[in-house]
């Protein structure tokens, strides 16, 4: 579709109004091209994406290629997407990328593979004339960071970062009672994140423990965190100190625990029967067919042992962060916690946001448990008056609701978005570098500027906030005892 076509097609949706842009199966004229996309990383995040270009959105959306380093998982892939009858991709091995681009000629790639191998498909595909949309987090490390930023201005390309959080309602909600003011602009935050020991002990079986792949939790996990932060402030991190390490998931846990100590993996192990972190990879059939069936192609072992000596990546964390606005956040993660969720705090020139959440998830990608939230409190109090509960917005689906808004976002169409939800390269990068900051500081324990990191990042577009600037009405008088 070239732009001219592209630009009156929009203009014909905007006219149809708001209710009909939101009807999927509407949106798209009977002749009008569908969209062409290619996958590479075909594991458990990949799926979103697939399913939701072959269901909800397949009138205007295709699946050209996929594409792995795992053939397995291409076969597999091919033949779940075809049974759809949305399309009939072509598969690819990894060392074909530029080859199916070529051959079958997307307009844009989903990123889905391992963290650290980011940075490279999605230059690749920029520099094949491909907008990409990237799961996050963008990348791992600094350097990559850059290499993608520069990428995107030597191309002119496109990239999204498919930051699902901002989008569900409750969390939104928050962003909207942050612009209205009602709490002044925000001076500090507080920031506690738990997983628990189902879904916080999976990161440490998965690649995912190792920080060369993923970044740590710090990169992997709180991307998603840092991002909701720079978003609901409307602001950019600019100096970071942290300390981390890994406290729980040791093989001395696992003897204390009564364990001989770490083994290889669930399936071998010789004390599954006394583990309660034992994996049964096999009882889940989308995980099974998707690695226990095709470990065989890459020999990647989904359910390697929590409490393995190797394991390099931190269970315990805490980070501060200056934005340039002067906001201070004080952030907290560990992965061993007895229930699952968060809480957070903005103190305001007007008063304080309190907002929790408490979650349920299980391992990344299985059936049995999905991740969903309750237990969802929002609470304002003003500076010295009575605090007001309120009632939080819902929504259904993954995230809290947010993947269906997103999703409609990115394969459908949606109205225009005042909380400016949708994030690109430079989102992405302020997100991830963050973490990589704090990762410096575990290894030197110095403070660490985000403007040393990279050069050439700019904000990235923000919805308008409370500044420092604007009057500030005085609190009531009250009569001190």
């Known amino acids: 579709m070239d732009d001219k076509t592209s630009g009156a097609r929009r203009t014909v949706l905007k006219a ?38 072959t269901g909800k959105y397949r009138d205007g959306n295709e699946i050209v290629a996929v594409c792995d380093k795992n053939v397995g998982r291409v076969a597999l892939a091919v033949r779940k997407i075809s049974e759809t009858g949305a399309s009939q991709p072509k598969p690819y091995a990894a060392a074909d990328f530029e080859k199916m681009i070529r051959e079958t000629k997307p307009q844009y790639v989903i990123v889905t593979t391992v963290d650290a191998t980011h940075d490279d498909y999605i ?11 990237t799961e996050k987090p963008m990348t791992t490390t600094a350097a990559k960071a850059q290499r993608i930023l520069d990428a995107v201005k030597r191309t002119g390309r496109k990239i999204r970062v498919t930051f699902n959080y901002r989008y569900s309602p409750p969390r939104t909600q928050v962003k909207d009672i942050l612009m209205s003011g009602e709490i002044g602009d925000v001076l500090s935050v507080d920031f506690t994140w738990l997983l628990n020991t189902v879904h916080g002990a999976d990161y440490f079986r998965r690649w995912h423990s190792n920080k060369a792949n993923s970044g740590g ?37 696992a ?24 994996f049964d990879l096999a009882s889940d059939p989308g995980l099974k067919a998707l690695y226990l069936d095709n470990e065989k192609y890459d020999g990647y072992y989904r359910d390697q042992c929590v409490w393995r000596p190797e394991i390099d990546i931190e269970d315990t964390m805490n980070v501060m962060v200056r ?26 020139t007007k008063g304080r946001l309190e907002h929790s959440i408490v979650e349920q998830a299980g391992a990344a990608g299985a059936n049995e448990v999905q991740s969903k939230s309750e ?10 008056g009575n605090p007001r509960d309120i009632e939080p917005w819902t929504g259904t689906g993954g995230h809290g609701g947010g993947d269906d808004v997103m999703l409609d976002e990115i394969f459908g169409t949606a109205p225009g978005d005042k909380y400016k939800r949708v994030s690109d390269e430079r989102a992405g990068a302020y997100s991830i570098l963050v973490g ?20 050439g990042l700019t904000p990235p577009d923000r919805a308008p906030m409370p500044d420092h600037t604007i009057p500030v009405p005085m609190p009531r008088r009250v009569k001190i005892p």
């Open 16 to 53: 149809a109004g708001a209710a009909g842009l939101m009807m999927a199966t509407g949106a798209y004229g009977a002749n009008a091209p569908r969209k062409r996309y290619a996958v590479v990383g075909l594991g458990s995040r990949a799926r979103m994406f697939t399913g939701a270009i």
């Open 123 to 133: 230059v690749r595909a920029l520099e094949a004339g491909c907008d990409v949309i």
């Open 217 to 253: 939790l710090m990169v992997h996990k709180s991307t998603h965190h840092f991002d909701l932060v720079n978003w609901w402030l409307g602001a950019q991190p600019e100096q970071v100190h942290a300390f981390g390490s890994r406290q729980f998931y040791t093989p001395e846990t």
């Open 255 to 278: 003897r204390r625990m009564g364990l001989q100590g770490a083994h290889e993996r669930c399936l071998t192990c010789t004390e599954k029967a006394k583990c309660s972190f034992y």
């Open 323 to 348: 934005y340039d606005n002067g906001t201070q956040l004080k952030y907290a993660l560990s992965a061993y916690d007895a229930w699952e969720g968060y809480h957070i705090a903005f103190n305001g």
């Open 375 to 384: 237990g969802v409190k929002i609470r304002v109090i003003p500076l010295r």
């Open 436 to 455: 990589v900051a704090a990762n410096r500081c575990f290894e030197t324990g110095q403070s660490v500027k985000i403007a040393d990191l990279v050069t």
